[in-house]
């Protein structure tokens, strides 16, 4: 449960708004508020800041008040990915650069004085940066290479029609998305915070509303017989 929890702040980190500065979500689980999120979106420097924040902290749901900021090109595909982590008992800053040049990635911790480097494929990206790619609207379905902390897993997209749903927030014509994600290999996929670790996970079934602005509105991950749900509050200028 603990873990399917952190799979939920994970996608919630995932859902910004690319039309505004200013995008605010909560995560329930079991109709109990357990997160809060704020996101800015710099879109003239193509930078994106998640801020996830716990508002219930229990032997279910821990402590967490953690930053992540993604550099992207024009293709929605990461520059730099860094996670300033406080969870816990966990206080560190991670970044990873990524060279399309050389096809490779270079993970620093600030706890240590060296760095990691490990190889890419072309078209790997975080997570994050690839659900800001799903909401272009211009994808339908397909595999893509995600970068599991030096683990290559593979996303598979599938588009599964239009819907109108209402919200708080009023009414939004939405397409609805469907991710899987799975490891290429047998190797155990290396730690490095709470949240990008669990979001891997090869029982999980996320799904996506995406509004006609490129917002998604909604979001549902199940797992088993977990269902958690994310929902947006407010759209900043």
């Known amino acids: 449960m603990r873990g399917f929890l952190l799979i939920m702040i994970c996608l919630a980190l995932t859902v910004c708004c690319l039309n505004a500065s200013r995008t605010e979500y909560l995560i329930r689980t079991s109709g109990i508020k357990v997160a809060s999120l704020e996101i800015d979106h710099d879109k003239a420097n193509k930078s994106v800041q998640f801020r996830i924040k716990s508002l219930n902290v229990s032997k279910l749901f821990p402590r967490l008040d953690n930053l992540y900021t993604v550099d992207y090109d024009a293709s929605f595909q990461p520059r730099t990915f860094t996670r300033v982590i406080d969870q816990e008992t ?51 379905k397909g595999s893509f290479p995600i970068d599991g902390n030096g683990k290559i897993w593979s996303a598979e997209l599938e588009y599964l029609g239009d819907e109108a749903i209402r919200t708080s927030l009023g009414k939004f014509n939405t397409s609805v998305y469907e991710i899987k994600l799975s490891p290429r290999s047998e190797e155990k996929t290396p730690y490095v915070d709470m949240i990008s670790h669990n979001i891997l996970d090869p029982e999980v079934t996320i799904q996506l509303w995406i509004a006609d602005q490129q917002t998604t509105v909604k979001a549902i991950a199940k797992k088993k017989l977990i269902t958690t749900s994310i929902d947006l509050v407010k759209i900043g200028i």
């Open 90 to 140: 966990l206080t560190e800053t991670v970044t990873t650069a990524y060279d399309r040049k050389l096809n490779v990635a270079s993970l620093r911790k600030s706890s240590q004085t060296n760095s990691v480097t490990y190889p890419i494929e072309n078209e790997s990206r975080d997570f994050f940066s690839f659900v800001l790619l799903v909401m272009q609207n211009r994808l339908s």
